[in-house]
Each structure stands twice: as C-alpha cells, then as structure tokens.
C-alpha cells in the first residue's frame, strides 16, 4: 500500500503561479511514474504531467511551457509548479504513484485549484 496526500492548491488568479506537492509514504519500494492528473466538474479525469525515477518527465500539450514536475525522493515528494495558469486549469488536482511491486496505482484525495478570470 502507498498513501499520497496532496496540498498546494487554491484560487489565484489568471496567469498567477500555484506549486503542488504530493507527499507519498508506505511501501515505497520499486516505485515507477508518478503523475499529476486533472478533474474539472463534469469531465473525464485527465493526465497533465508524469515524471520517473529516472527524471524523465512528460506532459500534456496543454500544459508545456508552463508547468513543471519534479521529484524529490529523499522526501517522498513530487511537485507541480504551474505557472500562467489559465481559468481553463480549474480542477480538482489528483497525484497518482505508480507501485511496479504491487501493479497498482495510488490516489490522493486530491487538491482543488481555481483560476479566476
């Protein structure tokens, strides 16, 4: 089992800087991709960015250019800066940690981020 808790969010406004963490604890062996996924209201979860224990990171097209993940494993902590957000980055911010021992994907709670216009 691995927990993750998220924090960070909030409301700022149009093209205002937020920074996500995603604090993972547990069974924290043989860990892969750990992603920042979104939820607006009334849309399919959606993948904004992922990086692996490697560095290797990926993101969404809407996201390149402004926003940044990155990985701490000493903490047990990943990062989302974002930056020039948009009111269209409204959502419900979700940190999900791969376990290659275990097969499965864990998922905070989440965090809710509010770009007003």
């Known amino acids: 089992q691995v927990q993750v808790v998220e924090s960070g969010g909030g409301l700022v406004q149009a093209g205002g800087s937020l920074r996500l963490s995603c604090a993972f604890s547990g069974r924290l062996f043989s860990l892969g991709m750990i992603s920042w996924h979104r939820q607006a209201p009334g849309t399919l979860r959606e993948f904004v960015a992922g990086?692996?224990?490697?560095?290797?990171?990926n993101y969404a097209d809407y996201v390149k250019g402004r926003f940044t993940i990155a990985r701490d494993d000493a903490k047990n902590m990943v990062y989302q800066q974002m930056n020039s957000l948009k009111p269209e980055d409204t959502a419900v911010y979700y940190c999900?940690?791969?376990?290659?021992?275990?097969?499965?994907?864990?998922w905070g709670e989440g965090t809710l981020v509010t770009v007003s216009s």
């Open positions: 990086i692996i224990s490697g560095g290797t990171t």
């Open positions: 999900n940690v791969h376990s290659y021992a275990t097969g499965q994907g864990y």
